[in-house]
């Protein structure tokens, strides 16, 4: 094998992987940006994200419908991004404090329903083959493109169109940004942020669908590897804007498809490390796009991180 | 589901309100005593009192944002019951309050549509865009609707409250301290747009105000309260300055500010800053400062519209923000506002707002007064460090400050939070002008403080400047620059544009300077 071809092929299992890999970041990094512009943080999205993906998974092993999973998955993860509401909107809580609790609520309780589970295999998601035109099987690979990606792009632009053309995405931002004046409009600042929270675990509930049901496409109890946890941090380097997510799931989506795809092409000294990549580029990203001299911007003023 | 009445139909002119035993308690405190006033369509009528007088507590009860304990409100000669700021907005009735209400990452476009309570689902900014247009035609000032509110300047974003008010046809307007952010010259425009408005018979207003010059200039009816009651009023030109000043603050014998005494030592040049460049936090704003130099006893006072600069230059001082470039050089020594360069060129840092600035909230008042040198044996800031804190000197000191500065706490243990705005500043300045002092910076040391509390604060700061330290007095009260200082420089943008002695300064030439026009 050439060496040309490697690198080639390579930069495709990458491109490849940053489509296949970067649903689930997408739908839970949009789904906290809803939450967050709203001006509440949820980091149990991670919890939601492994039981949307148990709830899926079982959904369509019993009714033999991907789509019906799918569907339980978004409702499971509503109900959680309610409860995490609804906590949060009691006095003296902390909604950074809720979100770790339900994190681990959420993981523990998909471990022990979803152990029956492991075994049979579900129907997957459909994929179309945007890949057709050409022989190549790599290539083929690659633009096998998954419905809920396509799903996710087009969310994407429409909540970044939504939060400047609808009057429900300025009173989240006014929510978000100004407790006092969403007050002051007669707006009840709690019901926003619990129907901003539901939103955010709807799609991460969907964003765990994904997971089980596509890619990698089963159920175990290592399926998420904290993806849900990057997803946040990925909505901060996107600045809370819906379209900079969607770039930022791709990055991170991409570098988690470097290590299998360096060892696809036969490196294997060290490849662990390059599995490490998603990791990595969080925490070089968050480094470099701070600073001391400068107050975050376009954080949403509520945000407990940026009080 | 709660049946909401339909709205009432806002009249297309000026709206008359009436009180009828305004009564507002909270607990035991009684914030407000049967208070009736009225003022008539059309009218601009000013609310005069000094702090805690009741003056807010009176228009949020009118607002809908208190529930008054008895009494009512008419509107329009009609009783309303008006249970929230919503109902308020209704009925025709809007108020400009003092902290802005605009969502700072809006633009200004954005923030009018939404405030709108038939704001459509989806906005058809072509359409809103035009209409906007049109709506500012018609408005007395021009704004950038375009950019986000947190990127306008303070006096922009004081018209814009208006505006937005205007903009969901308030015909009753209450403005609380309009002008506090405003240069005097738009503080002129402002309120001579309004009057007109009242004049025209599209509008009435009313205003609380300390400044009797504004009153005396654009309000024709005035009322006055004193702790909470109505203590008179009457016809704007009736009354001469001193029958208001005696009606606010009743029979109390206000202290004077103590004389500056001795002259500036122009050898002796304390605080020096060349060419200190910074930016502030959000990126947005960046100061240059050429040369500014403080000698010993004398005060420089910086004046200026809030948000040209001055917060950045008080935050290179005390250390919060680090310079970009240039130096602060104090007693010939660089200095960057580090805790031990501080104790050794013995410079004090009153930031604005102490309790939030300057001190732990809900620590007591002796922990709080023990700050400055908690951490020294005895108590003592020339002692060397130790390790264990000593209760009994510590609160020994503080009971010492609270009788010397005359600071109201039910005990030195109780948290200085719990303290009024003026005792707070009294601790702040008890912890840091007991020891001698070379350099003193202090930012708006009076803000939102009492006549009493003023008066004395300010006699603080000429006491701490007749025994030779040089002060930089950083303040938005233009009254107290003239006041106190011996030199008075301007800043604008960020810039030092104008400065003048203090004995020769004219208003009019600061004022234009404080306006940008150089």
């Known amino acids: 094998m050439s060496d040309g071809l490697g690198i080639w092929t390579v930069l495709l299992a990458v491109v490849g992987g940053a489509i296949r890999v970067s649903t689930p970041f997408l739908f839970v990094s949009l789904g906290e940006t809803i939450t967050e512009r709203s001006g509440r943080i949820n980091l149990g999205l991670e919890g939601t994200l492994v039981f949307g993906a148990m709830s899926a998974y079982a959904t369509a092993v019993m009714s033999g419908s991907p789509w019906a999973g799918v569907a339980v998955a978004g409702l499971a993860g509503g109900a959680f991004g309610l409860l995490h509401g609804y906590v949060c909107q009691l006095p003296r809580v902390n909604d950074v404090a809720i979100g770790i609790a339900l994190m681990l609520f959420g993981s523990g309780l998909a471990f022990f329903l979803g152990k029956p589970f492991i075994q049979p295999s579900a129907p997957p998601l459909p994929a179309i083959p945007f890949g057709f035109w050409s022989d190549l099987p790599q290539v083929q690979a690659a633009l096998r493109v998954n419905v809920l990606f396509l799903v996710g792009a087009a969310l994407s632009v429409f909540l970044w169109w939504a939060f400047r053309n609808t009057k429900a995405g300025l009173i989240v931002r006014v929510a978000g940004d100004s407790a006092d004046a969403a007050r002051a409009m007669g707006y009840d600042v709690d019901r926003i942020r619990l129907y901003a929270t539901g939103a955010g675990g709807v799609l991460a509930g969907i964003g765990g669908a994904y997971l089980s049901l596509y890619y990698p496409g089963s159920w175990n109890e290592g399926i998420s590897s904290g993806q849900g946890l990057m997803a946040v941090a990925l909505v901060i380097f996107a600045r809370w804007n819906p379209l900079a997510c969607f770039g930022a799931a791709l990055l991170f989506g991409g570098a988690g498809a470097l290590g299998p795809a360096l060892q696809s092409v036969g490196v294997s000294q060290g490849y662990y490390l390059y599995y490490a990549a998603p990791y990595v580029l969080t925490l070089a990203l968050l480094i470099l796009t701070s600073s001391p001299n400068r107050a975050l911007a376009g954080a949403p003023g509520e945000l407990s991180l940026s009080k | ?518």
């Open chain 2, 1 to 518: 589901m709660v049946l909401i009445p339909a709205p009432p139909q806002i009249p297309d002119g000026a709206i008359g309100v009436e009180t009828i035993g305004m009564t507002k308690r909270f607990g035991a405190f009684t914030a407000l005593e049967d208070v009736s006033m009225t003022i008539a369509a059309g009218g601009f009528h000013a609310l005069l009192g000094e702090n805690g007088a009741g003056k807010s507590t009176l228009v949020k009860c009118v607002m809908g944002f208190y529930a008054p304990t008895s009494g009512h409100v008419l509107v329009g000669g009609r009783e309303a019951e008006i249970t929230n700021p919503k109902g308020a907005q209704a009925r025709g009735l809007g108020m400009v309050y003092q902290h802005f209400t605009l969502v700072p990452s809006l633009t200004g476009a954005e923030n009018l549509v939404i405030a709108r309570s038939d704001a459509p689902a989806v906005i058809n900014w072509a359409s809103e865009r035009a209409a906007l247009s049109d709506f500012m035609s018609g408005m007395p000032f021009k704004l950038n609707l375009d950019r986000p509110v947190a990127e306008l300047a303070a006096g922009e974003k004081q018209k814009l409250e208006i505006v937005k008010q205007l903009y969901l046809k308030a015909r009753f307007l209450i403005l609380d301290e309009p002008t506090s952010v405003l240069t005097p010259a738009e503080a002129e425009e402002v309120l001579g747009l309004l009057r007109a408005m009242t004049d025209r018979g599209d509008l009435t207003v009313l205003m609380i105000s300390h400044k009797f010059r504004e009153v005396e200039a654009f309000a024709r009816t005035l009322s006055v309260l004193r702790r909470g009651r109505l203590v008179g009023g009457g016809a704007v030109g009736e009354l001469s300055r001193d029958d208001m000043a005696s009606m606010m603050i009743g029979e109390r014998a206000i202290r004077t500010v103590a004389a500056r005494i001795g002259e500036p030592d122009p050898s002796n040049e304390i605080l020096r800053i060349e060419g200190v460049t910074a930016r502030d936090v959000s990126g947005l704003r960046e100061i240059a400062i050429e040369d500014l130099r403080v000698r010993a006893r004398e005060i420089v006072g910086i004046a200026g519209v809030s948000g040209n600069g001055q917060k950045e230059l008080a935050d290179v001082l005390g250390g919060q923000i680090r310079a970009t470039g240039g130096r602060v050089i104090v007693e010939g020594e660089v200095y960057s506002g580090k805790r031990a360069e501080s104790r050794a060129h013995r410079v004090r840092f009153i930031p604005e707002e102490p309790l939030r600035n300057a001190c732990a909230p809900r620590m007591s008042v002796a922990e709080n007064l023990a700050f400055r040198a908690f951490d020294r044996r005895g108590d003592d800031p020339d002692k060397p460090p130790t390790l264990w804190l000593n209760k009994g000197a510590m609160g020994r000191r503080a009971k010492d400050l609270i009788a010397r500065f005359k600071v109201k706490t039910a005990s030195s243990e109780a948290p200085i939070a719990t303290l009024s705005g003026g005792n707070v500043q009294r601790a702040v300045l008890a912890r840091e002008l007991t020891d001698p002092v070379d350099l003193l910076i202090v930012v708006n040391p009076c803000f939102g403080l009492d006549f009493a509390a003023v008066s004395e604060i300010r006699n603080r700061i000429v006491a701490a400047r007749n025994a030779g330290a040089a002060v930089l007095l950083i303040s938005e009260d233009l009254d107290e620059i003239l006041e106190l200082s011996d030199r008075i420089v301007v800043m604008s943008e960020g810039r030092l544009v104008y400065e003048t002695p203090g004995a020769s300064a004219e208003v009019g030439v600061i004022g234009q300077h404080m306006a940008g026009h150089h």
